[in-house]
C-alpha cells in the first residue's frame, strides 16, 4: 500500500489488486483505484488545457502580461504583448512593470479603463483591464491591454456611410421633383406662343419647388440641431416639479401624472425639458388617433430614476428602426426627435427605451437617470 501511494504521488497511473471478500484491505484497494482514475483525469486534463491555453494566448489580439504581486516582475506575456511594446518574451520575462513602461496601469487598481496613450508599437485609444488571482496560494496580477482604434474607426466609417446614405436619399427625394419641374417651366415659358395658362402653370411649379426647397431646409436644420447638441450643464432637478412643469405645456389630451417619490438628480434642465416634450408630445399623438390618454410616473429603481411615459395609441409597429436616424412613421416628421432624446439621456449617463406596453394596447417611453441625491 505505501508503494501504491508513492506511485500516485510520482503521477504513475497504476492500479491495485483486488483483496479477498470481506478482508478489510479491499475497501482500501478499491478506494486507491479510484483515487488512481481521479488522478489520471485530471492529469490527462491539465496536460491538454495547457497547450490549448498557449494557443489561444498566442492567437488572442489582445495584450496580456502577468506580474507577480506588484508588479515585481513579469512571469507571462502573449505575442501580442511583445509586438505592442516591440520586445520579445526573453527580453520581457523578469523585468519589473517600470523598466516595461507599465507601472502606472497597473497601479490604477482593479478597474476598467480607456484612455489615449503612445506605445511603442504606435499610440491609439486603449482599454486597459488589471484583474489579481493567485497561483499556489501566491498573488498575481494580470494586465490586459486592447486597441480600441481600429474598432471605433470601423464604427465611424460604418456611421458616416449610414449618414451619407440617409443625406443623398433624401437630397435625391427633393432635388428630383425640383429639377423635373424646372425643366418643364423652361419649356413652358420658352414655348412660343405662350399658353394661355402658362402663368397659373408656373405659378404652381414655383409653388412646388418652394414647398421641396423648404423641406430640405428643415431637414438640413434638423441634422444640424442634432450634430450640435452640447455637453450638459448639470444642475439640480427636483423631479415632481420638473416633471409637472413639463406636462402643463401640452393640452390637446389630458395627461395624468400618477405621481412617484420624492427625489432629487442632477441634470441638465433645458436638456430634460427638451426629451421629456418629446416623449410627451408623440404619447400625446398617438394617443389622440384613438381618443386615448397618456400616464406618467416614477420611481426609484437601484440608484436611477425611472420616468414611465405611457400612451394608449396604436403601440409600436417596427422597433427596430425608431432610433435610426431620419427614421420616422409620421407624415412630415423629421425622424431626429428620439435620436435627439436618446442622445440627451446617455450624455446624462442614462438609458432611454421604448416598447409596446404588456397591460394593454399602446407604448410607453422609460428614461432612466443616476440619482446621487434623495429628498
Known amino acids: 500500500m505505501s508503494n501504491l501511494i508513492a506511485a500516485l504521488q510520482e503521477g504513475y497511473s497504476i492500479r491495485a489488486r483486488g483483496g479477498r471478500v470481506n478482508d478489510a484491505l479491499d475497501g482500501v484497494f478499491g478506494g486507491v483505484n479510484t483515487l488512481s482514475a481521479v488522478l489520471q483525469q485530471q492529469r490527462l486534463a491539465s496536460v491538454e488545457a495547457t497547450p490549448l491555453l498557449r494557443a489561444v494566448m498566442a492567437e488572442i489580439d489582445v495584450a496580456v502580461f502577468t506580474f507577480d504581486e506588484n508588479g515585481h516582475a513579469l512571469r507571462l506575456v502573449n505575442r ?42 504606435g499610440a491609439g485609444r486603449w482599454a486597459v483591464r488589471v484583474t489579481t488571482f493567485r497561483e499556489s496560494g501566491l498573488p498575481y496580477r494580470l494586465l490586459v491591454i486592447e486597441d480600441l482604434t481600429r474598432a471605433l474607426r470601423e464604427e465611424e466609417l460604418q456611421g458616416w456611410k449610414r449618414l451619407v446614405r440617409v443625406l443623398g436619399h433624401e437630397l435625391k427625394n427633393s432635388l428630383t421633383p425640383i429639377r423635373s419641374i424646372a425643366d418643364s417651366l423652361s419649356r413652358l415659358v420658352t414655348r412660343e406662343p405662350l399658353a394661355s395658362d402658362w402663368r397659373e402653370d408656373t405659378q404652381r411649379g414655383l409653388s412646388v419647388i418652394s414647398g421641396r426647397a423648404e423641406s430640405l431646409t428643415r431637414f438640413l436644420d434638423s441634422y444640424a440641431r442634432l450634430a450640435k447638441l452640447p455637453p ?9 416639479t420638473w416633471i409637472r412643469r413639463v406636462v402643463n405645456l401640452d393640452t390637446r389630451v389630458p395627461v395624468r401624472v400618477l405621481g412617484g417619490p420624492a427625489l432629487v438628480f442632477r441634470g441638465d434642465k433645458d436638456q430634460l425639458d427638451q426629451l421629456l416634450i418629446n416623449l410627451l408630445r408623440n404619447a400625446v399623438e398617438a394617443s389622440a388617433e384613438l381618443a386615448g390618454g397618456v400616464d406618467v410616473d416614477w420611481r426609484l429603481d437601484g440608484g436611477h430614476i425611472e420616468v414611465r411615459v405611457r400612451d394608449e395609441g396604436h403601440g409600436i409597429a417596427n422597433p427596430a428602426n425608431l432610433f435610426v436616424p431620419f427614421f420616422t412613421p409620421k407624415k412630415g416628421g423629421s425622424g431626429i426627435g428620439l435620436v435627439l432624446c436618446r442622445q440627451i439621456a446617455e450624455g446624462h449617463r442614462g438609458t432611454l427605451a421604448l416598447r409596446n406596453r404588456d397591460d394593454r394596447q399602446g407604448c410607453e417611453a422609460v428614461l432612466r437617470v443616476p440619482v446621487e441625491a434623495q429628498i
Open 80 to 121: 501580442a504583448g511583445e509586438e505592442l511594446l516591440r520586445m520579445t518574451g526573453a527580453d520581457m520575462v523578469g523585468k519589473r512593470a517600470a523598466e516595461l513602461g507599465v507601472e502606472e496601469l497597473l497601479s490604477a487598481g482593479e478597474a476598467h479603463q480607456i484612455l489615449n496613450r503612445a506605445f511603442p508599437a
Open 232 to 240: 450638459p450643464v448639470f444642475g439640480t432637478v427636483e423631479a415632481e
